[in-house]
């Protein structure tokens, strides 16, 4: 597939030295007659996340289930704020039953490649805060722990820091944006490779989307398992559903395509748990 003839021009951008790692993604893409909140309910039901989202726009809708922060500031009693990111890089369907789920995990959390991969994005997470945050203050508070979804489970990781007097948490989104988990590293030569190798852009997928209060919290979501629902020139909807797989220098193209369509997994069920609608 075109996937994974990406895959294998990244992996050469990557031996030369170009990018350390690159985040690619597909777009898959399903007519629907229902109406857009139902798919929200059924997702809902199906792929429960922490940062949930139904957003109604000018004639489209975004509808989201997203696992992962793309950052967060929660206001201390002492006026400090405290800055967070948690990466989530590494990732494993789940088992048929708990012994496989368990030597999933275990073998997720023994792989090299994943290992290598997601060190180096909390390295990039350590040096977004780095940016904003007083000097000596980020530390990763959590590394590699396993994060368990209905259909994948995930490595994660939590990098925390104090943020600078003289920055607000627009500058903390500022120096975190996009996330490296659906960029690379480098972010803007790994964003530039993107923007060549993708048949397209990418529209809402990979960006932010969350809500601050009048307290001075910030909580985000990166816009990962996430529904964009358009209206279709025959009528209906187009819901189109992006995932993407971090490449580095021994990935498998195979190996990643499958990577992708496990994370779209949830969101296609969604799709299909809706009675009589035809994918």
């Keep these: 597939p075109a996937f994974e003839e990406a895959v294998c021009q990244a992996r050469g951008h990557i031996a030369a030295g170009d990018v350390f790692q690159l985040v690619l993604s597909q777009r898959l893409e399903a007519l629907v007659q229902r109406d857009p909140f139902e798919l929200y309910r059924s997702l809902r039901m199906v792929n429960p996340s922490p940062y949930m989202g139904f957003f109604s726009f000018n004639g489209w809708y975004l509808i989201g289930s997203s696992p992962e922060v793309m950052v967060k500031a929660d206001p201390q009693p002492d006026g400090r704020v ?132 009048l307290g001075g919290a910030l909580n985000t979501a990166i816009t990962i398992r996430t529904m964009v629902v358009l209206p279709a020139a025959a009528g209906g909807w187009r819901v189109q559903v992006q995932a993407g797989a971090g490449i580095v220098a021994d990935s498998e193209p195979t190996a990643e395509y499958e990577e992708t369509l496990n994370k779209a997994r949830g969101l296609l069920k969604a799709l299909a748990c809706l009675d009589g609608e035809q994918q």
Excluded at 118 to 135: E, I, S
Excluded at 189 to 208: K, W
């Design 82 to 213: 405290k800055a967070s990111v948690r990466p989530i890089a590494g990732t494993r369907r789940r088992g048929e039953n708990e012994a496989e789920d368990q030597a999933l995990a275990l073998e997720l959390l023994a792989d090299p490649k994943e290992r290598a991969e997601h060190v180096m994005l909390v390295d990039l997470g350590r040096n977004d805060l780095g940016r904003v945050c007083q000097p000596g203050s980020v530390q990763v508070q959590e590394l590699m722990v396993i994060e368990r979804y209905s259909h994948v489970m995930h490595i994660v990781s939590q990098v925390e820091g104090v943020l600078q007097e003289q920055c607000d948490v627009w500058d903390l989104l500022r120096a975190s944006f996009p996330a490296g988990t659906v960029s690379g590293a480098p972010k803007i030569r790994a964003m530039q490779l993107i923007h060549e190798l993708e048949p397209g852009p990418r529209g809402p997928y990979s960006g932010v989307y969350g809500a601050m209060d």
